[in-house]
RNA sequence: GGCGCAGUAGCCAAGUGGUAAGGCAUGGGUCUGCAACACCCUGAUUCACCGGUUCAAAUCCGGUCUGCGCCUCCA
C-alpha cells in the first residue's frame, strides 16, 4: 500500500510502527456553525481511508479533534449572548448528525481541546524547561529558530518566511524573539473563557490542541496525520515542532492533506458568499450523494462542487444502488438455492474486480479508480445475474458488492421498511387493472404511488418498488 | 516577491515511457401497454501550446499561455 507523505512529497510504502495498527489522526473542525461542505471532505476522505485500512485487516486508533475553543467561537456567542460552552456544544451535535448522514463513522476518540488543558499546560512547561518556549507578559511563545528542522514539512525555509513577515513586524509584535516565534499560551481578554496556569489565566494555542491531544490518545509517534492542506503550514509545521522539540522523537511518519474544494470553480468563501454547509445540501440531497461526489476525484486533487456534478453524482450512485435492488429482488424470486458450477465459475470472474479496486486503493487511495471497478462490478452483475440465477449465487454477488461499497462508505443494502398494508393493496390493484388492460387505472395507481414517494418498476419477474 | 499545484471528449475523471479506464449527459436500438430499470450501439488519430530526448511521450526535459493554492489560527 502506497501513500503520498507531505513530509516526502511523494508517494511511500505504508509501514506501520507497529504491526497490524494504525495510529491515526485527522484535525477536526472548530465548532462555530454548522460544518460546511469543505469540512465535509477531509471527513470524507480520510473516513475513507480508516475503511480501506480496516478492510486490510488493519487495528485503526482513528483520532478527530473537536476545537471548541477559539476566538470565532466565543465572537458567535458573544452574537447570541449566550456561553461559548453553549455554542461549541450545539454545533458538535450538529456536526455528529451530519457526519452520520454522510456516512462518517465516528472516531475511536473525538477529543475535546477544552477538557485537555491541563496536558497541554504540561507540555508547554517541558518546552519552556528545554529551551524552546519563552513566556512574556502572560503570554507563552514558542523559540521557532531552536527547532532546527522548522520548514520540513511544508518545505519552507526560515529566511523566506521572515521577508514575508515584514508586514507582521511593524504592526507591533514586538515582544516575540523573533516574528516566526508562534503562541502556546495567551492570557485572557475580559469576558473570555480561560483556564489557570503558571503564566496566565488564559487559554492554549490551537496548534498546542492538537500535539497534546495526539500524544494522549495516540502516544508521542504515530503513523498518520491528516488535514486540509491548508494545514499544512502553520498548523501542521507548528505541532511537528512543538511534539518534536517536547518529545524528542519524530511525530508522525506519514502526513496526508487533501486538496481543497471550490464552488462553482470559486474558491468558497464568506466574502464571496459561497459558502455551503453540509446541513443545506442535505436538504436537497442524500448525504450518500455527497460522499460518492467527493469520492469521485483524488483526494489530491481540487474538486469543484456545482449543482450540475452532483447531479451527475446522484444518477451515479444510483445506477450502483440500483444493481444491489436488483440483486436482492431476483433473490426474492429466486427458484432455485445452491449455485451450479457455471456460476462458481462466473462469481470466480469477480474477484478481478476486487483486485482491480484494491490496487486502486493501495495506490494513495484512488478512489476515482477504485469506482470504476465497482462500476465495472455492476455491469458484470446486471449483465449475468437474472431470474434463473440461484439463491446462493445472487447473495455471493451481493455481498462483493457490498463489500466494495462499503469500503467507500456507500450504502447499497439499505434495510427496506414495509409496506403499508394500504400500499401494498394498491400494487395489487394496480396489477389486476393492469391485467384487465384498464392502463389509465393502472398509471392514476402509480401516479399515487409516487406522490407518497414509492417508484415502482415493473419487471418481467414481478413489480419491483424503492422509496424516493 | 517566496514556495507549490493543475490544464485529458459536452461535463466529471483515471491513466506518469508502449500506443487513451470509468461515470454523467446526448443520439439510435432491444425490452416494455406506457414509464422506470437494465442491456447493446454512439464518443478524443488525441491528452493547453511550442520545442527537445527516445525505437516509442498524455506520461520525461526546457519554454510559453491559462487557472488555482499556501506564505494572514479558512478543511
Known amino acids: 500500500m502506497k501513500l503520498y507523505n507531505t513530509l516526502s512529497k511523494r508517494k511511500e510504502e505504508f509501514v506501520p510502527l507497529e504491526e497490524g495498527k494504525v495510529r491515526m489522526y485527522v484535525c477536526g473542525p472548530t465548532v ?35 476545537t471548541d475553543v477559539d476566538d470565532k467561537i466565543i465572537k458567535k456567542a458573544i452574537e447570541e449572548g449566550v456561553t461559548a ?13 451530519d457526519m452520520e448522514g454522510m456516512n462518517v463513522r465516528p472516531a475511536t476518540t473525538h477529543p475535546l481541546a477544552t477538557e485537555e488543558i491541563g496536558g497541554m499546560i504540561e507540555m508547554i512547561r517541558t518546552l519552556i524547561e528545554k529551551g524552546c518556549a519563552y513566556e512574556k507578559n502572560g503570554t507563552v511563545y514558542f523559540r521557532t529558530r531552536k527547532f532546527k528542522e522548522y520548514g520540513k514539512l511544508s518545505h519552507k525555509n526560515l529566511d523566506d518566511l521572515r521577508s514575508g513577515e515584514r508586514s507582521l513586524l511593524v504592526t507591533g ?37 492538537c500535539s497534546e491531544m495526539s500524544k494522549k490518545y ?26 518534536e522539540a517536547a518529545n524528542g522523537k519524530e511525530f508522525a511518519k506519514y502526513w496526508m492533506h487533501n486538496a481543497f474544494l471550490n464552488i462553482d470553480n470559486r474558491k468558497m468563501s464568506k466574502s464571496l458568499g459561497n459558502f455551503r454547509t453540509v446541513r443545506e445540501i442535505s436538504e436537497q440531497y442524500d448525504l450518500q450523494v455527497l460522499r460518492f461526489f467527493m469520492l469521485s476525484a483524488h483526494y489530491r486533487s481540487p474538486l469543484n462542487f456545482s449543482a450540475d456534478l452532483m447531479e451527475a453524482s446522484k444518477s451515479g450512485l444510483t445506477r450502483i444502488v440500483n444493481a444491489a435492488d436488483n440483486l436482492k429482488f431476483l433473490m426474492g424470486n429466486a427458484k432455485t438455492e445452491g449455485m451450479t458450477a457455471e456460476e462458481a465459475e462466473a462469481y470466480e470472474k469477480t474477484q478481478e474486480y476486487v483486485r482491480a479496486f484494491e490496487s486502486a486503493m493501495e495506490d494513495d487511495f484512488n478512489t476515482a479508480d477504485a469506482a470504476a471497478a465497482v462500476f465495472e462490478r455492476v455491469k458484470y452483475s ?33 434495510k427496506e421498511e414495509m409496506l403499508d398494508g394500504e400500499i401494498e393493496k394498491l400494487i395489487e390493484e394496480r396489477q389486476a387493472a ?20 414509492i417508484i415502482l418498476k415493473d419487471t418481467r419477474e414481478g413489480v419491483q418498488w424503492k422509496r424516493a
Open 32 to 66: 462555530y456553525n454548522f460544518i460546511h461542505i469543505g469540512n465535509a471532505r477531509p471527513m470524507i476522505v480520510f473516513d475513507t481511508v480508516r475503511r480501506y485500512l480496516e478492510y486490510k485487516g488493519f487495528d485503526v486508533n482513528y483520532v478527530s479533534n473537536f
Open 434 to 453: 393492469r391485467k384487465a388492460k384498464d392502463f389509465a387505472r393502472a398509471d392514476a395507481i402509480r401516479d399515487e404511488l409516487l406522490e407518497k414517494g
Open 85 to 97: 460552552d453553549e455554542i461549541s456544544k450545539r454545533y458538535i451535535a450538529e456536526c455528529k448528525k
Open 218 to 243: 495516540l502516544g508521542e509517534q504515530i503513523d498518520i496525520h491528516a488535514g486540509g492542506e491548508d494545514l499544512v503550514f502553520p498548523h501542521h509545521e507548528n505541532e511537528i515542532a512543538q511534539s
Open 173 to 209: 509584535e514586538d515582544e516575540k524573539e523573533d516574528p516566526l516565534d508562534f503562541v502556546l499560551w495567551k492570557p485572557k481578554k475580559e469576558g473570555e473563557p480561560s483556564w489557570q496556569s503558571p503564566w496566565s489565566d488564559g487559554r492554549p494555542g490551537w496548534h498546542i490542541e
Open 382 to 414: 446486471n449483465t449475468t445475474a437474472d431470474a434463473g440465477s440461484s439463491k446462493e449465487f445472487l447473495q455471493k454477488l451481493l455481498d462483493r458488492l457490498v463489500s466494495l461499497t462499503d469500503v467507500l462508505g456507500l450504502i447499497v443494502d439499505r
